[in-house]
């Protein structure tokens, strides 16, 4: 049998995991051919001279003409006027299909422009790096990682399958759920995560600036980027996360409002009874908090979602580990 799964396919979007399907097609010979389409003609030059696409093509309506399978890779925000320029050139029997972090909106926004005849199977690979761009990308981004699929109800079985097949091919592990479900799991174990980190970081980065300002007026000597060169590996690990492109999660969070609010609803109550029990010296419930915890992340281990970890004198010592 054929590896080839796809004959045609278009990628609208040719950034991190544009470039990173790209590759991993190539590599294990999923596609017959590969169209890129991006906005700037400097992306299209770039993705050519990188050879993850065949051609390239700045018009989204040209870039699908023919195409078995197209997958929209740009911020979530774009999807619905992206659509609209391309659904009429869609052949009957294609598939679109996308790797949006929330998926209601994808739906709305996308499925009234796919055309009769054409199927539609939302996805969202768990995969990611905080680097953009078409350089950014490799073929084993997707491997050992979820991908999610949230085709609406009466989508045509067969071509969940083939979505499904490619996304295994590219070494994930795939689940099918219902868009609302998706969109509230992910709100908290993805979304407020990098919510918080956005948030710390920037704290940390004022409170940076008004302890400069309280040195120099103290005229005391100013020790420049102390967030920097200071960093513990927790912040660190929150500064990674706070470096991920600004306008995909803007668009996460302006297009899944309603769970990542009540997440954070909910967030905010644990930090307050975390703040009450640290003022009032509870030391056993902070104990029983952090066990419980600490568990979760030996749960992420054992399933082989702990990404690439290296452990440090610094990580044992956090870790209570004996050295």
Same mark, same amino acid.
């Given at each position: 049998?054929?590896?080839?799964?796809?004959?045609?396919? &278009?990628?609208?979007?040719?950034?991190?995991?544009?470039?990173?399907?790209?590759?991993?097609?190539?590599?294990?010979?999923?596609?017959?051919?590969?169209?890129?389409?991006?906005?700037?003609?400097?992306?299209?030059?770039?993705?050519?001279?990188?050879?993850?696409?065949?051609?390239?093509?700045?018009?989204? &309506? &040209?870039?699908?003409?023919?195409?078995?399978?197209?997958?929209?890779?740009?911020?979530?925000? =774009?999807?619905?006027?992206?659509? /609209?320029?391309?659904?009429?050139?869609?052949?009957? #029997?294609?598939?679109?299909?996308? %790797?949006?972090?929330?998926? $209601? &909106?994808?739906?709305?926004?996308? #499925?009234? @422009?796919?055309?009769?005849?054409? @199927?539609?199977?939302?996805?969202?690979?768990?995969?990611?790096?905080?680097?953009?761009?078409?350089?950014?990308?490799?073929?084993?981004?997707?491997?050992?990682?979820?991908?999610?699929?949230?085709?609406?109800?009466?989508?045509?079985?067969? /071509?969940?399958?083939?979505?499904?097949?490619?996304?295994? $091919? /590219?070494?994930?592990?795939?689940?099918?759920?219902?868009?609302? @479900?998706?969109?509230?799991?992910?709100?908290?174990?993805? @979304?407020?995560?990098?919510?918080?980190?956005?948030?710390?970081?920037? =704290? /940390?980065?004022?409170?940076?600036?008004?302890?400069?300002?309280?040195?120099?007026?103290?005229?005391?000597?100013?020790?420049?980027?102390?967030?920097?060169?200071?960093?513990?590996?927790?912040?660190?690990?929150?500064?990674?996360?706070?470096?991920?492109?600004?306008?995909?999660?803007?668009?996460?969070?302006?297009?899944? $409002?309603?769970?990542?609010?009540?997440?954070?609803?909910?967030?905010?109550?644990?930090?307050?009874?975390?703040?009450?029990?640290?003022?009032?010296?509870?030391?056993?419930?902070?104990?029983?908090?952090?066990?419980?915890?600490?568990?979760?992340?030996?749960? %992420?281990?054992?399933?082989?979602?702990? #990404?690439?970890?290296?452990?440090?004198?610094?990580?044992?010592?956090?870790?209570?580990?004996? $050295?």
């Amino acid at each position: 049998m054929s590896d080839v799964l796809f004959e045609r396919v &278009a990628l609208i979007g040719l950034g991190l995991e544009g470039s990173s399907l790209g590759w991993v097609m190539k590599r294990e010979g999923l596609a017959g051919h590969i169209a890129g389409c991006a906005r700037t003609q400097a992306t299209l030059d770039k993705a050519m001279e990188l050879g993850f696409v065949d051609s390239v093509d700045a018009d989204p &309506a &040209a870039a699908v003409a023919d195409a078995d399978l197209v997958i929209l890779c740009t911020p979530v925000s =774009t999807f619905g006027d992206l659509a /609209a320029k391309f659904g009429s050139a869609l052949k009957s #029997g294609a598939i679109v299909s996308d %790797v949006g972090s929330v998926k $209601r &909106a994808v739906i709305r926004d996308v #499925g009234p @422009h796919i055309p009769q005849g054409v @199927h539609f199977v939302p996805g969202h690979p768990i995969a990611g790096t905080e680097l953009s761009g078409p350089e950014a990308g490799f073929a084993e981004l997707f491997e050992h990682r979820y991908c999610i699929l949230t085709p609406p109800p009466g989508t045509d079985r067969d /071509a969940v399958e083939k979505v499904a097949e490619l996304w295994r $091919r /590219a070494g994930s592990m795939v689940d099918i759920m219902d868009a609302n @479900h998706h969109d509230r799991v992910l709100a908290i174990t993805s @979304h407020l995560p990098h919510l918080i980190a956005y948030t710390i970081v920037g =704290t /940390a980065a004022d409170l940076e600036g008004q302890l400069r300002r309280e040195d120099t007026e103290n005229g005391d000597v100013v020790e420049t980027r102390e967030v920097i060169k200071y960093s513990a590996g927790g912040f660190r690990d929150f500064t990674r996360i706070a470096g991920s492109d600004p306008i995909m999660w803007r668009d996460v969070f302006l297009n899944n $409002r309603e769970a990542v609010l009540e997440m954070l609803g909910r967030f905010s109550e644990d930090l307050t009874a975390l703040q009450r029990a640290i003022r009032w010296g509870e030391g056993e419930a902070l104990e029983d908090w952090f066990r419980r915890t600490r568990e979760i992340r030996r749960g %992420v281990v054992e399933m082989g979602q702990a #990404g690439r970890f290296i452990a440090t004198e610094e990580d044992d010592d956090a870790q209570g580990n004996d $050295r």
